[in-house]
């Protein structure tokens, strides 16, 4: 289904590779998006690539870790060398981490989450906002979770990283607003990823699936449809905002 919603828009996907990243670029490309798709599992990226050329996108994949700023500045690069420039950019790269409660959680583990989770967003957007004010504006979508509002036992650091991604979109939409740049932060409730399926046994997934007022956990799909639209100009009096895709999970 071939609509123009991001027709010849340049978009970096981060973590694009699996789940959520790849329905993300696989919606992008069905919108007419040119992408640049990064991941460090460079076998998911290239299914991810495989599948987006499929849909007729112009399309690359690079190997890159969004802990590093140096791995953010050349995928900007890249954009602009091979495609002209940046329009989008979806920080959805991220871990679930070590499962502990605070006092048992060890300082590593809790510094790789943070740097992967936050600090990385915050190098990608260093990177990124540049190459946004050159080409006039552009959209800049975060992908943080239901748990950037409220706590989830056992995995503080994660929680933590997605709250402080919240005030990061905002702070930077406040900084960038006047000059047309969206910059907003998505919330998925619990999704069917390999990041949850890896980590969660078919009893606890349903016990999870019970927490959002659909009764089910969601599909990637389904925050890809969202974020395509909010890339989107249609999405033009959108910005600093905190938006859940979570079929309810926070209505209670
Ligand atoms: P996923 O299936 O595990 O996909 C994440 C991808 O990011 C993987 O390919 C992963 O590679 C990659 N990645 C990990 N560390 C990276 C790094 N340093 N640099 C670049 N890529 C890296 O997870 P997902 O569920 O799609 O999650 C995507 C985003 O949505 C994450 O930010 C996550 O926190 C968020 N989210 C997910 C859910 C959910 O229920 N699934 C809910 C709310 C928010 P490896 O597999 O090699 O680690």
Known sequence: M???LLE???AIITGAG???GRAIANHFADAGARLVLSD?????????????RQRGAHAMYLHADSSQPRDHAMLVREAVERW???????NNAGIAGTQAPVAELPPEAWDKVIAVNLTGVFHAMRAQIPALLVRGGGSIINISSI???VGFRNAAAYVAAKHGLVGLTQTAALEYGPKKIRINAVAPGFIKTPMVEKNLDAAALGMLAGLHAVGRIGDPAEVAAFVTWLASDQASFVTGAYLPVDGGYLAQ
């Open 8 to 10: 010849n828009k340049v």
């Open 2 to 4: 071939a609509t123009s």
């Open 147 to 149: 748990l950037g509002q």
């Open 84 to 90: 002209g420039g940046l329009d989008i950019a979806v």
């Open 40 to 52: 460090v599992d460079d076998n998911g990226g290239e299914i991810t690539l495989a599948q987006a």
């Open 18 to 20: 699996s789940g959520i």
